[in-house]
């Protein structure tokens, strides 16, 4: 369980996540979005769009842990999303937005929450009982993986670029 000041600094954290994603991917070259470092790799733009539907499935589960707490939640295949979904068909702005929207609104929650709410739980078919904290730790976490997997793709592009 994290201490107040943790949970303070969590979600501050979390609520500059589209700032956060806004300014990173314009440091990104556009002529590298496509780029795939490796055939199970995804490219920045699928990465994005997947930024999206993840924060998608964290708004979900957010309500769930606090309208139904005890309750378990869904999983989603995110490969088959990126593959089913054919990401680069769709816009990187919109995703973006999206991110943005929903962050947004799940921060209107998160800082109206008093401090028995953040002891409910859900159940993760994967990770088990999970807590407000669990996944406020998750979805914080979660941009800051994926920056450094658009910075290793910017790497490998970089690096192919100079062998050419």
């Known amino acids: 369980m ?30 590298m979005w496509q780029f795939r470092p490796a055939p199970d790799r995804w490219t920045i733009h699928e990465i994005i769009c997947h930024l999206a539907d993840a924060e998608v499935n964290g708004y979900v589960r ?3 842990l606090l ?17 089913h979904l054919d990401y680069h068909q769709h816009s990187v702005v919109n995703a973006v937005e999206l991110f943005r929207i929903l962050r947004q609104s799940n ?33 914080d976490d979660h941009l800051e993986g994926h920056i450094k997997q658009m910075t290793g793709n910017l790497e490998a592009w970089r690096a192919q670029a100079s062998q050419s």
């Open 67 to 83: 309208a139904e707490p005890g309750d378990t939640v869904g999983l989603y295949d995110q490969d088959a999303w990126t593959t």
């Open 107 to 139: 921060m209107s929650w998160l800082r109206s929450l008093d401090d028995d709410a953040w002891s409910t739980t859900i159940q993760h078919p994967e990770r088990g009982k999970m807590s407000l904290d669990d996944w406020l730790v998750a979805y």
């Open 2 to 31: 994290l201490t107040s000041d943790e949970r303070a600094e969590r979600i501050e954290s979390y609520g500059r996540g589209p700032i956060t994603l806004n300014e990173f991917i314009h440091t990104l070259p556009r002529e």
């Open 62 to 64: 957010l309500r769930k």
